[in-house]
C-alpha cells in the first residue's frame, strides 16, 4: 500500500477521482458503436461509475476481458434509474449492461425493466455470496458509509465510534443530503438494533436529525463529502468508505471507524431491449469470476461477491473490505427491497423536513 504525502492542492485536483461519483445525471448521450456490429459480437456498452472506481473497473475488469474475448467493452457513466426507464420505455436503450444499486434493481424489477439472466452462460452460481444470484442480476461489488474524521481534530481513543456519537458529539457534521442511508443512520444513532432497522420509522429519524439539523452540513456528493473532511470544514461525518481508504492511501491524516458501517452492493443487469444480450452476458460471466474480482478486490477498497475471491488477494486484504470475514460482523446490511418499495414516498417526506 502506498503511503505518499499529497499536497491539499494535489488532493483537491484529484478530488473529482477520488470521489468516484462525480459524473452528475444529465441528458442521455447516444453512444457510438462501430456501424451495426453483429448481435452479440459487441461493443458492449456498459454503464458503471467514475473515478477511482471506474479507471481500476477498466484495468482490472474490463481490459482483461477485452484481451481475452475480443469484445469491446465502451465504459461509461452514471447509472441512473431514471435514464434505465427511459432507455426502456423510449425502446432506445444505449447501455447494454448496467452497475446497478441494489435498491435500482429490486426497482427496475417491478417495472420489468432487466432481462433475465442465463446462469449457464454466467455460471460462478455457487461461488457467490447469499442474494448474490437474483433473476436478472449478479452481484458485483459491495460498498460501503464510514464515519470518518480528520486526525487534527480526533484521535482514535477520542473519536466518535458509533452512530450514537454522530448525534452526541458537538461540532459540525455531514451526512448525504438524501433520506436514504440518512435515516438509517439516525435510527442506529437513537439505539435502534440493527435487526430491527426495517421497515425504517421515517418520523423518529426525523426527529432524531432534528436535534442537530443545525449543524449538519448536507452533502450531494463523495467528492464534496470528502472535501469537507480534509479541509476540516466539519468535524466528523457519513462518507462513502472505499474514497476515504483511498484518500487515507493517499497520505491525508483522516481515519474511520468500522463499527456500523453500511453495506449495500451493486448488481450487474442488462436493460430489456440491448441488443447484444449475448455477448453482455459473457461480460457478466467475466465480471463474477474470483480471479477477476481478487483483483478488482486487491486494488480498490469494494468487497467481492465471490467468496472464492479472497484466495486471489494478498494475505490481509480482506481486513480492509466490508465483506471481510473480521469486518463483515461489524456493518450494517441496507434493505435494498424497502427503498424499492419505498423510495418515492420516504424521499418526499425527507424532502418536506429539509425545508422546514
Not at 453512444?31 to 477498466?58: I, S
Request: with cysteine.
Amino acid at each position: 500500500m502506498k503511503n505518499k504525502k499529497v499536497t491539499r492542492r494535489s488532493f483537491l485536483k484529484q478530488g473529482a477521482a477520488a470521489a468516484g461519483v462525480l459524473a452528475a445525471s444529465g441528458p442521455l448521450v447516444l453512444l457510438p458503436r462501430k456501424g451495426e456490429a453483429a448481435a452479440d459480437k459487441g461493443p458492449v456498452v456498459f454503464c458503471t461509475y467514475g473515478g477511482p472506481y471506474g479507471e481500476n473497473m477498466q484495468k482490472y475488469v474490463i481490459d482483461p476481458f477485452v484481451k481475452k474475448t475480443g469484445i469491446e467493452v465502451i465504459r461509461t457513466s452514471t447509472p441512473r434509474f431514471a435514464k434505465i426507464k427511459a432507455m426502456v420505455d423510449t425502446g432506445n436503450v444505449e447501455w447494454d449492461v448496467v452497475d446497478a444499486e441494489a435498491r435500482v434493481y429490486f426497482r427496475g424489477m417491478k417495472l420489468n425493466l432487466f432481462t433475465p439472466l442465463d446462469w449457464a452462460v454466467i455460471g460462478h452460481k455457487n461461488e457467490l455470496v447469499p442474494g448474490g444470484v437474483v433473476s436478472a442480476g449478479a452481484a458485483n461489488v459491495f460498498y460501503h458509509i464510514v464515519l470518518a474524521w480528520h486526525k487534527s481534530k480526533y484521535s482514535r481513543e477520542t473519536a466518535p465510534k458509533s452512530w450514537a456519537d454522530f448525534f452526541r458529539f458537538s461540532g459540525k457534521r455531514t451526512t448525504r443530503n438524501e433520506a436514504y442511508e440518512t435515516l438509517e443512520i439516525a435510527l442506529l444513532g437513537d439505539g435502534v438494533p440493527k435487526e430491527k432497522l426495517y421497515p425504517l420509522d421515517v418520523e423518529r429519524a426525523l426527529r432524531k436529525l432534528s436535534t442537530v439539523k443545525k449543524d449538519i452540513i448536507f452533502w450531494a456528493n463523495t467528492k464534496m463529502a470528502l472535501d469537507l473532511i480534509v479541509s476540516n470544514e466539519v468535524d466528523f461525518g457519513a462518507v462513502t468508505g472505499g474514497p476515504i481508504q483511498k484518500t487515507i492511501e493517499m497520505g491525508e491524516p483522516i481515519d474511520f471507524t468500522w463499527n456500523q458501517a453500511l453495506v449495500g452492493n451493486d448488481y450487474l443487469v442488462i436493460p430489456r431491449g440491448s441488443k447484444q444480450v449475448g455477448a453482455a452476458m459473457k461480460f457478466i460471466s467475466h465480471c463474477m469470476d474470483p480471479e477477476v474480482q481478487g483483483s478488482f478486490s486487491t486494488h480498490y477498497y469494494m468487497g467481492p461477491s465471490n467468496t472464492k475471491a479472497f484466495d486471489f488477494m494478498p494475505k490481509g486484504r480482506e481486513d480492509v473490505l466490508c465483506t471481510g470475514p473480521k469486518v463483515r460482523p461489524l456493518t450494517v446490511f441496507k434493505n435494498a427491497k424497502y427503498w424499492a418499495d419505498n423510495e418515492e414516498a420516504v424521499e418526499k417526506r425527507f424532502e418536506k423536513w429539509m425545508t422546514s
